[in-house]
């Protein structure tokens, strides 16, 4: 493996999504983000296109290249969360129409393209939501599979509980299809699901530290997670939000924050009541073959200690 780490980020943010470009970006030494393909999810294609982007010149990187991909699942409708992140997606956030171009060729042509272009073993994918994107490009180019180091994903709920229906948690919800073919890629998987996410609060401490940094990255930061925080803890009853998809990027940058277990994972694509469910075999009580490493424990003050260092190194 090279020193850096070349990965593509696949993403619909989302204030959660925006931490994690943002987390990403600030690591420039280990990360090599190859490009960011957006995907409809949080919120419409539009909205979370023009967000990564608003998040690339806030981060200062208006050179890194965003592409928009599918705006809707492979065969169910759309479902998004403006509940949650607000119209615009990173509500909490400085909105405003980025001067970056968007580029100009599809996201799953981008990730295909990119793949077959490089050697076996060397590309990370990061998905951050619904995996349309990212099941497109196998469905378009099988071939693409060996490329592939490591998908490291956010996604799927066990022993937590699901955050949209009581089994399934929303990136698999919205595209469960999608998903299906993702983990069944035979491929190695980091699953960032629910049970661990949902460890990573971000309390009023937490937020005010990031805030305190002062700079302009800082702030609005700062804003979103407040803005993110406001559901989550009327629905959990807890002291913050679960900073979900950037336990992603702080895998990759300091992977001892977090403990997994080699387990089967499948997803459920037809009941009407559990659609969309990750089924873990936790226990090795099915002869099915471990296909991902499901990610349970995660250490939070390690990974805020992380989060906020790297931030305060941007803008
Ligand atoms: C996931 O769904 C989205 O709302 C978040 O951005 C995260 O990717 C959590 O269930
Ligand atoms: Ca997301």
């Known amino acids: 493996m090279p020193k850096k780490r070349p990965i593509i980020l696949d993403c619909d943010p989302g204030q959660d999504d925006a931490v994690a470009i943002l987390l990403a970006l600030a690591a420039p030494e280990e990360l090599d983000v190859l490009g960011i393909t957006a995907?409809?999810?949080?919120?419409?294609?539009?909205k979370t296109q023009r967000n990564a982007r608003i998040l690339c010149e806030l981060?200062?990187?208006?050179?890194?290249?965003?592409?928009?991909?599918?705006?809707?699942?492979?065969?169910?409708?759309?479902?998004?969360?403006?509940?949650?992140?607000g119209q615009e997606g990173i509500d909490g956030a400085d909105i405003f129409e980025p001067v970056m171009p968007l580029q100009g060729q599809h996201a799953v042509d981008f990730i295909v393209e990119t793949l077959m272009a490089a050697k076996d073993d060397s590309i990370t994918l990061v998905p951050t939501a619904p995996l349309t994107n990212i099941a497109s490009a196998f469905l378009k180019e099988p071939r693409i599979a060996p490329k592939i180091h490591e998908i490291v994903l956010m996604g799927g709920a066990f022993r937590e509980g699901g955050n949209v229906t009581p089994s399934a948690e929303f990136n698999i919800y919205v595209d469960p299809q999608a998903a299906k073919v993702v983990f069944g890629c035979g491929r190695p998987i980091v699953a960032m699901g629910l049970d661990v996410t949902h460890q990573v609060l971000g309390?009023?401490?937490?937020?005010?530290?990031?805030?305190d940094l002062g700079t302009k990255v800082a702030r609005n930061v700062q804003g979103m997670l407040e803005f993110f925080n406001r559901h989550d803890v009327e629905k959990y009853g807890v002291e913050g939000g679960p900073l979900h998809d950037p336990c992603t990027i702080a895998y990759l940058l300091?992977?001892?924050?977090?403990?997994?277990?080699?387990?089967?994972?499948?997803?459920?694509?037809?009941?009407e009541l559990t659609i969309g469910e990750t089924v873990v075999d936790f226990w090795g009580v099915t002869e099915r073959e471990p296909n991902v490493n499901w990610i349970h424990t995660a250490d939070a003050d390690g990974f805020y200690d992380l989060l906020t260092k790297r931030l305060s190194e941007l803008g």
């Open 59 to 85: 981060a200062g990187k208006p050179e890194v290249k965003v592409f928009a991909g599918c705006a809707e699942p492979l065969e169910r409708p759309l479902f998004t969360a403006e509940y949650v992140h």
């Open 39 to 46: 995907v409809a999810g949080n919120v419409p294609l539009e």
């Open 203 to 211: 309390t009023p401490p937490r937020v005010k530290a990031i805030g």
């Open 254 to 271: 300091q992977p001892s924050l977090f403990q997994g277990k080699r387990v089967n994972v499948e997803v459920e694509t037809e009941s």
